[in-house]
C-alpha cells in the first residue's frame, strides 16, 4: 500500500482549514457553566497536581490529566479570556481528527476511504459539543490516547515491536487518567486483532497487561476512591427517584433507546436531544436524512463486495466504545459519541470508497465529481447546523451567554462588593441559573474574593438579612425592588 506524499499534506491541512472555519473562527463565546465550575477548583500547584492521582477530582470522577489540568496551566495567562485557550481546544480537536486518519488507513488500507473518514469525522454535528469549550477537554484527550494505544497496539502485532507494544500501554495507562470511559480500550483490542486475523494466542498474551492495568485501575478507582460510586449503586437498586441531571447506570429499555439514538446521531440526523436546540430547515432535513438513507444502503453493498474487515472494525469501535454510555438513564447527551464517531467514520470511508472503486474507469471522473457535490453539500449542511448547535444549545452557547450576561449585569449593578457580601438571586425565571454560574463561582473569580457567598430562589434557600438581592428575568439580572 502506497500512499501520495502530496496527500499525506493535503489532506491535513484541508482539514486544518475546514475545521478551523466551522468551529474556531468565532472564538470569542464565554465560558458555559461546567468549564466556569472547573476553573474555580483549577489546582494551583505542582503538588496539588500530584496529589491529585491519588483521589476523586471535586466533580467526583477520577480524570487528573484533564479536568482541571488546562485550566491550571494557562489561567495565569489568559484569566477568563476566552480566546486563549480557544487555540489549544483547536489544537487538540485537530489531533484527534488526524488520530482518526490514521486509525482509518490502518483499517481499510485505502487512502481516498481515510480521507473520506477524515472528512465525515471533522464535520460531524456532535463535534458542536467537543470544540466548544475546555469543560469537553477530557472527550478529546482519552480519544487521542486511546486511538494512540489501538495503534501502536496493531503495529506491535504486525512487527513484533516491544517499543510499539509499551507505547500502547502508557497510552492506555494516561488515557485512563483522562476519561474513565478507557476502560474499554481492552474489549477493543481483542476485537480489532481478532478481526484483522491475528492469532488468538499471540495477541491474547499480548493483552495481558492491558488487561492488568484495567483491573489495577478500577479497583484503585472504584473500589479503593469510589468513583461514579452512587451512579453505579443504581446498577444494584434503582432510586426512587430520578434527579435532573444525575448520573444513573441502569439495565432497562432504555440501552435499546440509547442505543437507536446513538445509531442516529452518528448519521447525523436531528432526533432526540441532537434536535432539539440546532435550526433544521427543510433543506437540511432533505440532506441530512438523504446521506443518512444513501449510507445505511451503502453499508450492506460494501459488506457484498469485500469490505467486511473494514466494515466488521468500524462497528466493532462504535459500539464497544459506546458501552459506557448506554446505560445511562436521563443523561445520554451526544458528545459521549466523539470517539465511537471514529469508528462510525471508518464505516463511511470504506462504504464510499467501495462505491468509487466498483464503477468503471471511464465514469471515475464523473463519480469524483459527483463524491465532491455530496459531500460539499454536506459540509455546508453540518457546519451551519453546528453553530446553530453551538449558539442555542442550553449546555453550550445558551450557557455561557447567561453566565457572559450575568457577569456584566453584576458588575455594572455593584462595582464594588464588600467582603462577606451574601446575594440572593430570584431565579425563578431561570431555574438551572446556579448552574450556569457554577453556585456563585464565577463571581467570587471575577470579583476575586472567595467570602462572597451566593444563593438561588430555586434551591430553596434563604437570604440572610442585610443580604444583597437581584431578580433574573428577561436574560439579565436587576436589582431587586
Known sequence: MRTN???LVAVPA???????VIYFRNAAHFFQGDTIYWFYHRLTSASEFLASFGSPDPGGWYRPLTNRTIQ????????????????????????????????????TRKPAGAAIAGLFFAIHTINAYTTYDLSFAPELV???????????????????????????????????????????LPVMLFALAWISGHGLKRFG??????????????????????????????????????????????????????????????????????????????SRSLVLWGFAAIQMLLIPYAFRCGQRKPLLSGLA???????????????FLPYYLFLPIAGFSVIVGATWNCLYEVLPARFRVTAAAG??????????????????????NFLLGASSA???????????????????????????????????????????MVYGDESLQFKYSTLKELPPEGALRLIYKDGHLYDER
Open 5 to 7: 506524499p502530496q496527500l
Open 14 to 20: 484541508g482539514l486544518a482549514v475546514l475545521e478551523f
Open 72 to 107: 491550571s496551566l494557562l489561567y495565569p495567562f489568559f484569566g477568563l479570556n476566552p480566546q486563549g485557550y480557544r487555540w489549544l481546544s483547536y489544537i487538540l480537536f485537530f489531533t484527534a481528527t488526524l488520530g482518526v486518519l490514521a486509525l482509518s488507513m490502518k483499517l
Open 142 to 184: 482519552y480519544s487521542i490516547l486511546y486511538i494512540c494505544a489501538t495503534l501502536a497496539f496493531l503495529k506491535s502485532l504486525e512487527t513484533g515491536g516491544r517499543g510499539w507494544w509499551t507505547l500502547s500501554i502508557v497510552a492506555f495507562a494516561l488515557s485512563l487518567c483522562s476519561k474513565e470511559a478507557a476502560a474499554t
Open 205 to 282: 498474551k499480548a493483552l495481558i497487561p492491558h488487561g492488568v492495568l484495567l483491573v489495577a485501575y478500577l479497583l484503585f478507582t472504584v473500589v479503593h476512591l469510589g468513583v461514579a460510586s452512587e451512579a453505579l449503586a443504581s446498577l444494584r437498586v434503582r432510586p426512587a427517584q430520578l434527579e435532573t441531571g444525575g448520573y444513573y447506570f441502569m439495565l432497562g429499555p432504555h440501552l435499546l433507546t440509547n442505543a437507536g439514538q446513538a445509531w442516529a446521531w452518528a448519521l447525523n440526523l436531528p432526533v432526540g436531544m441532537l434536535g432539539q436546540w440546532r435550526v433544521n430547515t427543510q
Open 317 to 331: 469501535w462504535f459500539w464497544i466504545a459506546s458501552m459506557p454510555a448506554l446505560p445511562l438513564m436521563g443523561h
Open 371 to 392: 463524491l465532491c457535490a455530496i459531500f460539499g453539500v454536506l459540509i455546508l449542511v453540518c457546519a451551519r447546523t453546528s453553530r446553530s448547535e453551538a449558539r442555542n
Open 402 to 444: 447567561i453566565a457572559e450576561n450575568s457577569v456584566r449585569d453584576i458588575q455594572r449593578l455593584h462595582p464594588v462588593l464588600a467582603s462577606g457580601t451574601t446575594i440572593f438571586f430570584n431565579n425563578d425565571a431561570q431555574p438551572d441559573l446556579y448552574f450556569h454560574h457554577a453556585q456563585g463561582a464565577l463571581f467570587r
